[in-house]
């Protein structure tokens, strides 16, 4: 563990076994402008790559879902930075569900080298569902709260 990073963070409730327990595995392609001078991936494009994984997730999981009514709305998210990426690199996002409340959820993510399967980032994001009609929090649908528990095997 890095010196200067505390020893107990929120990522240590994050499941022990890191290959584990992800279903969702998305393949992210480095472009060009994610890329800084030094070569490497700048950390705050990190988190365009995590949206993307989180798109998908919910278009593969949760479908039929009308986005003109519905939108997921990040609360709180911590991003744990663990080695950089660099443009040659091959990385996928992995994404799941580890906690289903009702209105809100925990989303866990992770960047991981292909190869290697080294985690490169861990990301823990609350979300809240929000009816964009009425213009508030809304419940957690049966139908989300049912796939989710299938597809990433929550109880």
Not at 72 to 89: C, R, T
Not at 104 to 130: A, G, K, P
């Amino acid at each position: 563990m890095h010196p200067i990073l505390p020893t107990k963070s929120v990522f240590s409730g994050m499941a022990q076994e890191e290959s584990m327990g992800y279903r969702h595995i998305l393949p992210i392609q480095i472009r060009f402008n994610d890329v800084d001078k030094f070569g490497h991936v700048n950390n705050t494009v990190f988190f365009q790559f995590y949206d993307t994984a989180k798109t998908d997730y919910f278009a593969t999981v949760c479908k039929g879902v009308d986005w003109e009514r519905v939108a997921i709305v990040v609360v709180k998210i911590e991003a744990e930075f663990l080695s950089q990426i660099k443009a040659g690199d091959h990385i996928a996002a992995r994404t799941r569900v580890s906690k289903i409340g009702t209105k809100s959820f925990h989303l866990e993510q992770d960047l991981i080298d292909v190869d290697s399967q080294e985690v490169r980032c861990r990301c823990l994001s609350i979300m809240v569902l929000y009816d964009l009609v009425h213009r508030q929090s809304m419940p957690f649908p049966d139908a989300w709260r049912q796939a989710i528990r299938q597809y990433d095997g929550l109880e």
